[in-house]
């Protein structure tokens, strides 16, 4: 259980590149009442090999709270706010706007420096630099989102972190890592056997998930930055749905070696196996609360899947969902206030939200084939998969239902997202 392998015919040390088959994004409904803000172009920024401004502005787009304004027109674009004209940008219905310059340092790397600007009040609400080399750029055009972001809204970003996918092309698997735009797309798998259930560990460098590659079901952990992997749970019959922990020391993990699929508790080395639910049903899809004390689950020892809870030092589980016959998949949220889930409504499979105090339940999505739902890490949007012409591609959607956006990969089938924790990085 605890031999450390290498597998040079399916595994690349680290990631490799995928930038062939990046996620394309598709806006496909905005939030309401929408910040108005223009992003102007930094001064000095054709010196870097591609715009800082068009992250910055897609991002801002794609997070459905924010409504870019048309910043054309001005030359030269202002770099301090001395410069600006207000009247201009309140005419131009402008409530912010963000200016910068970019400057080359003498080793190579860049100095970015932006300012974010409360055009009404005609005074500065942010001001932030960074130093970057120019392989960073899209992560500092992200990281500068996040700060713009965060600050209009009272919410954390989450235009730096990360996700993780599974995509099928030509009997192919490869689970990939790409930016949460879905570009800077990178292999950490390939294999002719499927890839499923990706999970990130708390602290963001590696992942557990299940790969079939053995002819069978095995839990592995993989480090993104060396492409190490372990060997977490290879007993006889099924091993699946790794779940970690909020400390990261063990998963939470689906195994039929006892006969039936209960639930379990291991070590993240393979070690220290702790049988956690004891029941003649399918007990499958485990996921920790934030605070580690209680873990939810999908089961059918109600008679139809439903999702419950228990607490991790075991006793009796708490049915949480009575609305409808179906229901699996159990996601919480980073505050711990809202699951979601998948419910079958007649014969969809849609995403599902509940407030966890009130009990109230809202239907996200009007899609068919709804599977794996994934929160950001701050907790404002989950990532899915759906179908779309028969494929399977990525989508996401606000906890409220009115931020949607969809990413795909052309001519793949896409599926098993995983949305990453805030990293250092």
Do not use: C
Not at 192 to 207: A, C, H, N, V, Y
Not at 328 to 335: M, Q
């Amino acid at each position: 259980m605890k031999k450390i392998i290498h597998v040079a015919a399916i595994l690349l040390m680290g990631l490799a590149s995928a930038a062939h088959a990046q996620l394309s994004i598709e806006i496909t409904g905005g939030g309401a009442n929408q910040i108005p803000v223009a992003v102007l172009q930094f001064a000095g920024e054709n010196q870097l090999p591609s715009a800082i401004t068009d992250v910055i502005e897609a991002d801002l787009q794609r997070s459905g709270r924010i409504r870019l304004q048309y910043s054309g027109g001005i030359s030269p674009a202002p770099s301090e706010p001395s410069q600006v004209n207000f009247t201009e940008w309140r005419n131009r219905s402008a409530d912010a706007m963000v200016i910068g310059t970019v400057q080359k340092l003498s080793d190579g790397r860049f100095d970015i420096r932006f300012r974010l600007l409360d055009v009404p009040r005609q005074t500065q609400l942010l001001g932030l630099g960074f130093t970057m080399s120019a392989a960073q750029l899209r992560l500092t055009g992200h990281k500068i989102a996040d700060a713009i972001y965060e600050k209009l809204t009272g919410e954390r970003g989450v235009f730096s972190t990360r996700i993780a996918y599974v995509v099928k092309q030509e009997g192919r698997f490869e689970l990939r890592i790409a930016d949460a735009d879905g570009q800077s797309a990178q292999t950490a798998l390939a294999s002719r056997e499927p890839i499923i259930s990706p999970s990130w560990s708390p602290d963001g460098t590696r992942l557990a998930y299940v790969s079939f590659e053995n002819k069978k079901a095995v839990v592995y952990q993989h480090s993104l930055a060396t492409g190490q992997r372990q060997v977490v749970a290879n007993f006889r019959g099924s091993n699946s749905a790794p779940s970690w922990s909020p400390d990261g020391r063990q998963l939470a993990v689906v195994l039929s070696r006892d006969g039936g699929s209960q639930l379990y508790l291991i070590n993240t080395d393979g070690s220290n196996v702790r049988r956690l639910t004891q029941n003649q049903s399918i007990d499958t899809e485990p996921f920790f609360s934030p605070n580690g004390q209680s873990i939810y689950f999908t089961s059918d020892r109600g008679g139809s899947p439903q999702i419950y809870r228990m607490a991790v030092s075991g006793g009796e589980a708490q049915r949480i969902t009575f609305e409808g016959s179906y229901n699996v998949s159990p996601r919480v949220s980073s505050d711990g206030r809202t699951l979601a889930y998948i419910s079958r409504n007649g014969t969809r499979f849609q995403l599902a939200s509940m407030d966890l105090e009130s009990r109230q339940v809202q239907m996200l999505t009007d899609t068919q084939r709804d599977e794996s739902p994934s929160f950001a890490p701050n907790g404002k949007l989950v990532l899915y998969a759906t179908e779309l012409g028969g494929r399977g591609v990525l989508a996401a959607v606000s906890s409220d239902g009115t931020v949607k956006h969809r990413l795909t990969v052309q001519a793949a089938d896409v599926r098993e997202p995983a949305w990453g924790p805030y990293t250092g990085n």
